[in-house]
């Protein structure tokens, strides 16, 4: 028996629901008390879409005993826009919550782990942080190409002269050409574009910081240097 009587004042998480049978009257089964616990991660600069998971650990109790039950945390898989997911813990118990973004890659764990206890009055906030851009957007312009924008080759380097990324200028859907460069850390790149021929050559040269964030545009202009006039026989 538990000895409490009517009117007395103990400790929530110390609250027990008692369950009895016809046949085990003599034996109460003491069962914990649960309640379903919010979860919601928090990037700094959110994605325009994503997925991440949050991981809750079990680290003891709060309570005066260890209340009864399943003490077991879990893994929760959430997804843009709000990133949110909701699990079912046992009340009285001490937790921690650690959690990241996994797609787009780019983001790490912000004062982590994140320490709560059931019952829980808020929902957890599990906050991470952006590290990288997530796209860099190279426009190339030619500014005497008379057949207008063309699609060339793009190379993007960091203040150390290492080629990070490189590829081909492709049409846009509002007929510009542009080429993208992923998951870049913040820094100092030099963004060159070039393409040679015997109809003659463009190239071109910016260097500028890249911050993190979703999205930077930038633009290289593109000169045309017609090629030499043959020479006489």
Do not use: C, H
Not at 102 to 123: C, H, K, R, T, V
Not at 183 to 200: C, D
Request: charged share 10%.
């Amino acid at each position: 028996q538990s000895g409490l009587k009517a009117g007395m004042v103990i400790p929530l998480g110390d609250v027990k629901t008692v369950e009895t049978q016809e046949d085990l009257k003599a034996n109460p089964i003491i069962l914990g008390l649960f309640e379903d616990v919010t979860f919601t991660l928090a990037p700094d600069i959110a994605p325009p879409s994503g997925m991440g998971t949050v991981t809750i650990k079990n680290v003891g109790f709060w309570t005066t005993v260890a209340p009864p039950g399943p003490s077991s945390g879990g893994t929760l898989s959430l997804s843009s826009p709000n990133y949110t997911g909701t699990l079912k813990l046992a009340k009285g118990f001490k937790w921690e919550v650690t959690g990241n973004l996994q797609d787009p890659p780019g983001y790490q764990p912000l004062n982590q782990p994140i320490p709560f206890q059931s019952p829980a009055m808020n929902a957890v906030q599990i906050p991470v942080t952006l590290t990288v851009l997530l796209q860099l957007q190279v426009f190339t312009d030619s500014d005497a190409n008379p057949k207008g924008p063309i699609g060339i080759n793009v190379q993007v380097k960091n203040a150390a002269g290492q080629l990070i990324a490189g590829g081909m200028s492709v049409k846009q859907d509002d007929g510009k050409y542009a080429f993208s460069a992923v998951f870049l850390p913040p820094g100092i790149y030099t963004i060159t574009a070039s393409q040679g021929g015997t109809s003659g050559k463009w190239d071109g040269s910016v260097t500028i910081p890249v911050k993190r964030g979703i999205l930077q545009p930038t633009s290289v202009p593109v000169t045309y240097t017609a090629p030499p006039p043959p020479k006489n026989p």
